[in-house]
């Protein structure tokens, strides 16, 4: 294998954000966690506390979401709870930028947003990962194209004082044709323009759409460090079988399939 099991799974954050989830459920993702030693768990700001207990003797991380899954809280409300996080035991922080205020063209606003938040969590020794949203930002916005919005956003980001720029939440569902709702999350080319639209000071993260080993492996070539994942014990039990039949890379995944 071209890169080792333990290069792949510190890539992935863990995601226990489905609102449904109960506190075993919790209980249990974070033991996943642990079993299979990740980069860490997402998980929702009231966890966060009991997160740390389940995770102690581990060395998985524990994320929190902040203005999640829509970004709409005023930046203030952002500011505290990730307070609120911090204190808890989050080294983590991924939060939504105000998505309409993006659109708007408003940069000075959505900049004071993102500043907000990762000047409260470096002060308390967390990073920041920032969440762009992609599938709802495909017509562009304030008279710039799709790829020149997301460009800007990502020079805004970093401006900001981010540590990742993040393609998605997973709950960025948009109207399709049919009438139903989907999203595409991750995608190749989103991955290549955020990488390339960033320092090297800032790291990439694919959320949505990565369920397998090879697009896991795909998401890394692409120069992300981080991935958010459900489909966690698959792709490691994955890695292992092909460890131990010598099989090595499939033939290359396609990302943006749907959620995660």
């Keep these: 294998m071209k890169y080792t099991r333990q290069e792949l799974a510190k890539m992935i954050d863990h995601s226990l954000l489905h609102p449904t989830m109960t ?3 919790l ?7 642990a079993k299979y030693d990740v980069a860490s768990v997402c998980i929702k700001p009231y966890a966060v506390k009991q ?3 389940w995770l102690k003797g581990s060395t998985v991380k524990v994320g929190a979401v902040i203005g999640f899954p829509h970004g709409s809280s005023c930046t203030e409300s952002k500011r505290y709870e990730t307070e609120l996080a911090c204190r808890d035991g989050a080294t983590e922080i991924d939060m939504v930028i105000n998505i309409g205020k993006a659109l708007s063209g408003d940069w000075s606003y959505v900049k004071a947003d993102v500043a907000a938040v990762c000047a409260e ?18 017509a562009g916005g304030a008279d710039l194209s799709s790829t ?3 460009q800007k956003l990502c020079e805004v980001c970093e401006e900001a004082g981010a540590d990742w720029v993040k393609t998605s939440s997973g ?3 948009v109207k399709q044709a049919d009438g139903s709702y989907n999203y595409k999350g991750a995608t190749a ?4 323009l955020m990488r390339a639209s960033c320092s090297a000071a800032v790291q990439v993260k694919a959320a949505g759409g990565v369920r397998d080993l090879d697009g896991l492996i795909r998401v890394r070539e692409l120069g992300a460090s981080r991935c958010g994942a459900t489909a966690t014990a698959a792709m490691l039990d994955e890695y292992r079988r092909r460890a131990e039949t010598g099989e090595s890379q499939s033939s290359p995944t396609k990302l943006g399939a749907g959620g995660y």
Excluded: P, S
């Design 23 to 25: 506190d075993a459920e």
């Design 27 to 33: 209980e249990a993702g974070c033991k996943l966690a």
């Design 51 to 53: 997160a740390v207990e």
């Design 121 to 138: 969590a470096h002060a308390r020794g967390a990073q920041v990962k920032v969440i762009l949203e992609n599938d709802y930002l495909i």
């Design 148 to 150: 020149e919005f997301k």
């Design 171 to 173: 709950y960025g569902f």
């Design 189 to 192: 080319e989103d991955l290549a």
